[in-house]
Structures are given as C-alpha cells and as structure tokens.
C-alpha cells in the first residue's frame, strides 16, 4: 500500500473515531400513532448521523403526567399541538421550539374486508356489538373518534358498544385481533404499502378538529446537539418522505 494510501486509511479511521465519540443517544416520547414512522426515521437517523435513539410509544396524555413527574424525555413528539403548548407555558419545554411535523388522519377501520363502506354507514348498523376507540382523555385521536361520531348524530346509540385502549395502540389490537369488529385508529397504522389492509373508511377531515402532531424540545434535552440534530432530521427531506409514505399530511 502507497504512503498515500495509508494516509487515507488513518484518517478515515480518526474520522469514524471521532464521530463514534460525538455520537450520543436521544430520549423520545413518541406518540403510539406515530410508531412505524419514527421506527423506520429512526433507523435512517442513526445511519446518517451515528447517535441513537432510545424511544418509548404511548398516549400523549400519559407521557405529559410522566414528563410533569420527571421522566428523563428529551424530545416530545406528541399527537397534538396542545400538550406541548402546554409543557413551554409551565416551563418543561423549550419556548420556541414546537413544531408540526405531521397532521394525522382519522379512519374507521376493520381487519376484515367488506365490513367498513366508504362512507362509515356501518355505524347504524345496530347488530354492532363492539366499537374500539382510544381513550379521549389522553389520546387526541379518541377525541376525534368521539368528534366524528357525534358529527354523524351516532355518539349516543353507539356510547355503551365504544371500548376503549389506552392509547391508539391498543385500540388498534383491539380490532386486529378481532375483539372488536372495527374501531376508530390513525391512517398510518393501517396503510401497507400504500394500501389499507381489511376495511375503511378515511374520515374527512371537516367532522373533527385537524390532527396537528407538534415536536417540542423538552428542558431536559436543552443545549445537547444529539436532541438537535433529530429535530432537523425530521424537517429534513428523508424523514418527511417518510411522513408521507404513511399517509400524513405535511403543514
């Protein structure tokens, strides 16, 4: 091997060396609609940049009470816009810092084909014996689960077949598994390729208020380039690809 050679080699070494004592691990609540993206933005991220991330899925109200009690989060990418308003107003989050990164969509959805039409009319049919939503207190996306039925006049009649997870994710296993025969989930959780596997319909946006999903830079990841450098990530062009393969919308 030429001198030249070996000089390339040893920087290249002292360059990946450097990068691996730079790199860091970021700790991200992520709310449970959003779960594959951030998966799969995750992996892209820590290819590109060398850090980690250590995250936890869950409702967006559950992660707020856990952040209020100390919970070592670094990054909130929550399933509203309100909750981390709310967390820079009592000081747990970075002021300027909130941003949308997605605008979700609501669907009415069965694993089986043929249950769900394309106009949700299956919410009348009265031999429906179970409805799974997430939970409306914590998960913003039973609220527009709650939102659109009463936007249809069918709240009422369906209130005591609703069950309810604890965050979109087990309303969502809730029906796959066939305890419930359709439920209220995120489009993002039921697109494959492209494709809505079972039944559905995609709720129009004008019966419940707009899913707009805010980043927010929690206290505890002030000043850590790590946290930093995944909030530009998610602005950047792989992750909104990424975005909008599971059927977001982008602000």
Request: hydrophobic content about 45%; overall charge neutral; aromatic content about 8%.
């Amino acid at each position: 091997m030429t001198p030249s050679c070996l000089l390339a080699v040893f920087m290249a070494g002292l360059l990946a060396a450097a990068n691996q004592a730079q790199a860091d691990e970021v700790s991200v609540a992520v709310a449970a609609n959003f779960t594959a993206p951030m998966r799969k933005i995750a992996e892209e991220f820590e290819k590109d940049t060398g850090h980690k991330v250590s995250a936890a899925f869950g409702a967006t109200g559950k992660f707020y009470a856990q952040i209020k009690n100390g919970a070592p989060f670094e990054v909130l990418l929550a399933a509203d816009d309100e909750i981390p308003t709310k967390l820079v107003k009592e000081n747990e989050a970075v002021a300027g810092s909130p941003f949308t990164y997605a605008i979700g969509k609501l669907v009415l959805w069965s694993a089986k084909p043929g249950v769900v039409d394309g106009a949700g009319a299956v919410l009348k049919n009265t031999d429906l014996k179970h409805l799974a939503i997430a939970n409306p207190k914590v998960a913003p996306y039973g609220a527009a689960a709650v939102e659109t039925m009463q936007a249809l006049g069918v709240y009422d009649s369906l209130q005591t077949k609703i069950v309810t997870g604890e965050s979109i994710a087990q309303a969502h296993q809730f029906i796959s598994s066939g305890n419930a025969m359709l439920g209220f989930v995120a489009l993002s959780q039921v697109l494959k390729g492209g494709k809505i596997e079972g039944s559905a319909w995609v709720v129009p946006s004008r019966l419940y208020t707009p899913i707009r999903q805010d980043a927010v830079l929690l206290e505890k990841g002030k000043g850590k380039p790590a946290v930093e450098a995944l909030l530009k990530y998610l602005k950047g062009d792989k992750a909104t690809a990424v975005i909008k393969s599971f059927g977001y919308e982008l602000p």
